[in-house]
């Protein structure tokens, strides 16, 4: 069935962390000229590969067991403070997938405040100290105008993300 309101029942939102997926590299990505519904990833290109990892900040993050679930926790709080729904969440080492259904609110300001709690939340448990964004900019914000849509998602995000982490710590 089909929501014939003007407001998607929930949004698949995804970003990654900061330095794990740059332009260039051969597993292609999506830029302002490659940002069309089914079209092609960017080609890989070894120039732009080399030139976007020299100018990286830090090293590539990649999330420990208490990072991810500080990131986790970040998550739940500002859904519970926001009064949105939260349907499904994955906190991989490289990227967060979020399931949520946030009525009016817009799908930039979800994927802004998730990252902001996230990072706010790790560095006040001292699991991240750098001057700098553990994320890359932008991100996902997938629209889901019907259950069946949203069932996909949340067995994307529950199940399509290979098992679970071992705890490494």
Not at 90 to 102: A, C, D, K, P, Y
Request: net charge positive; with cysteine.
């Amino acid at each position: 069935m089909w929501n014939n309101t003007d407001i998607p029942l929930a949004y698949l939102i995804s970003f990654r962390c900061y330095g794990t997926w740059l332009h260039g590299e051969n597993r292609g990505s999506i830029d302002r000229n490659h940002n069309r519904y089914r079209s092609p990833y960017m080609a890989e290109n070894k120039g732009l590969a080399e030139f976007n990892k020299k100018q990286l900040k830090g090293s590539p993050v990649t999330l420990n067991a208490r990072q991810r679930i500080a990131v986790g926790e970040a998550i739940e709080e500002v859904c519970e403070y926001r009064k949105w729904i939260l349907r499904a969440i994955n906190v991989r080492t490289n990227h967060v997938h979020i399931l949520v259904s946030i009525g009016v609110e817009s799908p930039s300001k979800a994927l802004n405040s998730f990252k902001a709690y996230a990072t706010r939340k790790m560095r006040e448990k001292g699991f991240w100290e750098n001057n700098y964004s553990p994320w890359s900019n932008k991100g996902s914000k997938r629209y889901l105008w019907n259950e069946r849509s949203i069932e996909t998602a949340a067995n994307y995000v529950e199940n399509g993300q290979g098992g679970e982490l071992p705890d490494f710590d």
